[in-house]
């Protein structure tokens, strides 16, 4: 549930396998994609449900002990979480030995993020949670191998602890009976922008765009960005697409964009915040972001060329295959995407002005003046 859809009963079993003096559990609350409140809705009204997926997640992997990693701007939660974890030891469930099949003691403490949204992807998380500045690492070992203080370590997202504890409540099969073959039970998305009914909404996977767009009360829908900045730009012409692992893959985050917005503008946007939270540890992100970010102020005031369109493209793709970690891989997603769902707005705005509007000494000049006028 926390983006990279990767089994949660497999990375249990590895990490479990895996040898080691202490078995860990992370919880992932670190929540920085752009779009996204889902894990902060679950933390603040249900923190019992997480505390309990915690439990059965530190008891597959055979864990004593737990961590939530939250994220610095939900400091506000931290009393509440706090407030949890003491019912539960009042309980009987943490910090001492619990009535299980085998013999398990578990707690679980919280460490605070300090508000890097590299900090969510899972190796990055693990640098900072050892009071080390929080970088992705080569993928030498996975976290369930080598992971928090070297030992084996599994990973977790808030939302697929809370459903790990509803799947034991509900069963497996009553999991299974919603969903579609590819991806059973129910997703919790956000969703923001031009609609009427913003919120967060359980969905049982498999569901479609326009579906959801009706619930939402989506309002003259121009396009919707599924996943955050560093998913994908749906058309709203693309109403019949499902929201499951089969077709359009969803981590979380659904805004909507009405026809009133600036695509071009939304794009820098999220352009810039790649820039901005670019750990800076590889050049293709460092300043592929960069590039790109300047080559759309080029499309943006009409200065652009063909050739710019296909450096975009260039750019993207090597993105996509040289970055170390997702930040950078998936930084340039929704614009290539942008450009081939929407190919006549980007051609357009090449050609509309053309190169014409020529070298603007004054704006190039701009800086410098103001540097001489402070000095003088
Ligand atoms: C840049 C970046 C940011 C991420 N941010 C988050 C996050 O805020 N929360 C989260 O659960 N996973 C985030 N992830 C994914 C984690 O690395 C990891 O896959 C996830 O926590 C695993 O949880 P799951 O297996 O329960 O889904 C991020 C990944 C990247 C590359
Ligand atoms: S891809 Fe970007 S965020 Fe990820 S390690 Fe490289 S520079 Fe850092």
Same mark, same amino acid.
């Given at each position: 549930?926390?983006?990279?859809?990767?089994?949660?009963?497999?990375?249990?079993?590895?990490?479990?396998?895996?040898?080691?003096?202490?078995?860990?559990?992370?919880? +992932?609350?670190?929540?920085?994609?752009?779009? &996204?409140?889902?894990?902060?809705?679950?933390?603040?009204?249900?923190?019992?449900?997480?505390?309990?997926?915690?439990?059965?997640?530190?008891?597959?992997?055979?864990?004593?002990?737990?961590i939530i990693y939250l994220r610095a701007e939900y400091r506000y939660l931290l009393p509440r979480l706090e407030a949890a974890i003491a019912t539960y030891k009042q309980l009987g469930w943490l910090g001492q030995p619990t009535p299980a099949k085998e013999p398990f003691t578990f707690d679980i403490r919280i460490q605070m993020g300090a508000g890097a949204y590299v900090c969510?992807?899972?190796?990055?998380?693990?640098?900072?949670?050892?009071?080390?500045?929080?970088?992705?690492?080569?993928?030498?070992?996975?976290?369930?191998?080598?992971?928090?203080?070297?030992?084996?370590?599994?990973?977790? +997202?808030?939302?697929?602890?809370?459903?790990?504890?509803?799947?034991?409540?509900?069963?497996?099969?009553?999991?299974?009976?919603?969903?579609?073959?590819?991806?059973?039970? &129910?997703?919790?998305?956000? /969703?923001?922008?031009?609609?009427?009914?913003?919120?967060?909404?359980?969905?049982?996977?498999?569901? @479609? /765009?326009?579906?959801?767009?009706?619930?939402?009360?989506?309002?003259?829908?121009?396009?919707?960005?599924?996943?955050?900045?560093?998913?994908?730009?749906?058309?709203?012409?693309?109403?019949?697409?499902?929201?499951?692992?089969?077709?359009?893959?969803?981590?979380?985050?659904?805004? /909507?964009?009405? &026809?009133?917005?600036?695509?071009?503008?939304?794009?820098?946007?999220? &352009?810039?915040?790649?820039?901005?939270?670019?750990?800076?540890?590889? @050049?293709?992100?460092?300043?592929?972001?960069?590039?790109?970010?300047?080559?759309?102020?080029?499309?943006?005031?009409?200065?652009?060329?063909?050739?710019?369109?296909?450096?975009? !493209?260039?750019?993207?793709?090597?993105?996509?295959?040289?970055?170390?970690?997702?930040?950078?891989?998936?930084?340039?997603?929704?614009?290539?995407?942008?450009?081939?769902?929407?190919?006549?707005?980007?051609?357009? !705005?090449? !050609?509309?002005?053309?190169?014409?509007?020529?070298?603007?000494?004054?704006?190039?000049?701009?800086?410098?003046?103001?540097?001489?006028?402070?000095?003088?």
């Amino acid at each position: 549930m926390g983006g990279a859809f990767f089994p949660t009963a497999d990375k249990w079993q590895i990490c479990r396998n895996n040898p080691g003096e202490q078995h860990y559990l992370v919880c +992932n609350a670190d929540e920085g994609e752009p779009g &996204t409140f889902k894990d902060r809705v679950l933390m603040n009204r249900l923190p019992e449900l997480l505390i309990e997926g915690m439990l059965i997640g530190g008891y597959a992997i055979g864990a004593a002990e737990g961590i939530i990693y939250l994220r610095a701007e939900y400091r506000y939660l931290l009393p509440r979480l706090e407030a949890a974890i003491a019912t539960y030891k009042q309980l009987g469930w943490l910090g001492q030995p619990t009535p299980a099949k085998e013999p398990f003691t578990f707690d679980i403490r919280i460490q605070m993020g300090a508000g890097a949204y590299v900090c969510g992807e899972e190796t990055a998380l693990l640098d900072s949670l050892m009071g080390k500045r929080g970088e992705p690492w080569p993928k030498v070992f996975f976290p369930v191998e080598r992971g928090y203080l070297g030992q084996p370590t599994s990973v977790n +997202n808030v939302e697929t602890l809370c459903a790990a504890a509803r799947i034991i409540e509900l069963g497996a099969k009553a999991f299974r009976s919603l969903g579609t073959p590819g991806s059973p039970g &129910t997703k919790l998305l956000s /969703v923001a922008g031009d609609c009427k009914f913003p919120g967060i909404y359980e969905i049982e996977w498999g569901m @479609t /765009v326009g579906e959801l767009l009706g619930f939402c009360g989506a309002e003259d829908p121009y396009f919707i960005q599924v996943s955050g900045p560093s998913g994908i730009c749906v058309p709203a012409a693309e109403q019949s697409r499902c929201i499951c692992h089969e077709d359009l893959l969803c981590g979380g985050s659904v805004m /909507v964009f009405n &026809t009133q917005r600036d695509l071009l503008q939304v794009m820098i946007n999220f &352009t810039e915040f790649f820039k901005t939270e670019s750990c800076g540890v590889c @050049t293709p992100c460092r300043a592929g972001n960069f590039l790109l970010s300047r080559k759309l102020e080029l499309l943006k005031r009409g200065l652009a060329r063909p050739a710019d369109l296909e450096e975009i !493209r260039q750019w993207g793709q090597l993105l996509g295959v040289a970055s170390r970690c997702g930040l950078g891989k998936a930084s340039a997603h929704a614009l290539i995407n942008a450009m081939q769902k929407f190919p006549a707005y980007f051609q357009q !705005r090449v !050609r509309a002005k053309g190169r014409e509007k020529g070298f603007d000494l004054d704006r190039a000049l701009g800086d410098y003046r103001e540097a001489v006028e402070q000095t003088s």
